[in-house]
């Protein structure tokens, strides 16, 4: 007659209750090992890491913020990189025709009507380059990204603008040279439609808004710059200028542009040619300082993305620490656990068969 044993105080059942309930805690062990090891999370809900989830309560939305900054900065430093480039181009373009200046008291009129003609087509170049795009924005538009701030650059000489100012240069024997840059400067400042080569937005009653973007609390960093208007330095000052560097360019090429072979013997021509000289000598400076700042700033919002870096690594360790959990030791615990598992299984099954005779 066999009969069950008596252990640990109690009988076989008692016995097969303890192994089986220490599996099931094995098992659900394994489950949330299982769980770990597949998702990396040390738990899948936020009330699974307790107290503890505060801290991804408190950083998660920083992280996020931070990289909301970084993007922008990121759009930001693109497109002052192209304006950069564009700024560069057009300065290159007035350094061109300040060099070739004072050679027109000494040309023949043949090559000041050479002159005139490439002048006319620099001026369409920098329209064109004002309308200079970043992707689908207007770089030099202001806020009004989706349009560009000159229209037809191709047609530049035949806004009131450039008519104004070949009328004035035509008359120069009567202006003097005085005269004719008085009324090319008028003419250069002018906001009017039909007058001014400007977008609306540009020529507005009030002062156009240069585009920006939020690169922090409290903080943003303009984009772009004005093409009518001097954006990040003081407004032009001194005799022949508009107030702006650009709008000088364009006068400039405008009068050189009007300019034809008969009057190789003006009176007025070297007085005018001295003006011109002065005006785009002071356009190179304007454009340099307003490159420099603009250069400084990209430098400035560069640091300071690489400083968000490192904090957003900070703050993410901080986050990960609590609720990630190390794939390496979770990999180790869980061989260990189904190996416990697989043992619990055994020592069940041999429970069948322990009985007294078997005991004995």
């Given at each position: ?26 098992s659900?062990e ?101 309308d200079t ?27 009131g ?35 001014t ?44 200028t ?73 703050l ?25 598992l ?8 041999g ?8 005991y004995?």
């Amino acid at each position: 007659m066999s009969s069950t044993i008596s252990a640990f105080g109690g009988n076989y059942t008692t016995l097969a209750e303890i192994i089986i309930s220490g599996s099931a805690s094995t098992s659900n062990e394994l489950a949330k090992l299982e769980e770990q090891s597949a998702s990396g999370y040390v738990a899948q809900t936020f009330g699974g890491i307790g107290s503890a989830s505060q801290t991804v309560f408190d950083l998660s939305p920083q992280v996020t913020q931070i990289a909301a900054y970084q993007s922008n900065i990121a759009s930001a430093t693109a497109s002052m990189s192209v304006t950069q480039t564009a700024m560069t181009q057009i300065a290159a373009i007035a350094q061109t025709f300040t060099a070739d200046l004072p050679s027109i008291n000494d040309s023949s009129s043949n090559e000041i009507d050479s002159i005139a003609a490439n002048a006319r087509a620099a001026l369409s170049q920098v329209a064109g380059l004002l309308d200079t795009t970043n992707g689908s924005d207007y770089v030099f538009s202001g806020e009004d990204t989706g349009n560009p701030p000159i229209a037809d650059p191709d047609a530049i000489t035949s806004t009131g603008m450039y008519t104004q100012i070949s009328s004035a240069v035509g008359n120069l024997a009567t202006l003097g040279a005085s005269g004719v840059i008085s009324a090319a400067v008028a003419s250069a400042s002018s906001d009017t439609s039909g007058t001014t080569p400007f977008s609306t937005y540009l020529s507005q009653t009030g002062e156009p808004v240069a585009t920006s973007v939020q690169v922090g609390a409290d903080q943003s960093a303009q984009t772009g710059l004005l093409a009518n208007s001097n954006t990040l330095v003081p407004a032009s000052s001194g005799t022949g200028t508009t107030g702006s560097y650009m709008r000088d360019l364009l006068m400039s090429l405008s009068v050189l542009g009007s300019l034809n072979s008969s009057q190789a013997s003006d009176a007025g021509l070297p007085d005018l040619v001295s003006g011109l000289q002065d005006t785009l000598n002071n356009v190179i400076s304007g454009m340099s300082t307003e490159q420099g700042v603009l250069g400084d700033s990209q430098t400035a919002l560069t640091t300071q993305s690489t400083d968000y870096s490192d904090l957003s690594t900070t703050l993410t360790s901080q986050i990960a620490n609590v609720q990630d959990v190390n794939l390496a030791a979770v990999s180790t615990q869980l061989q260990s656990v189904q190996t416990q598992l697989t043992a619990s299984y055994q020592l069940i099954a041999g429970l069948k068969s322990l009985s007294l005779t078997n005991y004995l």
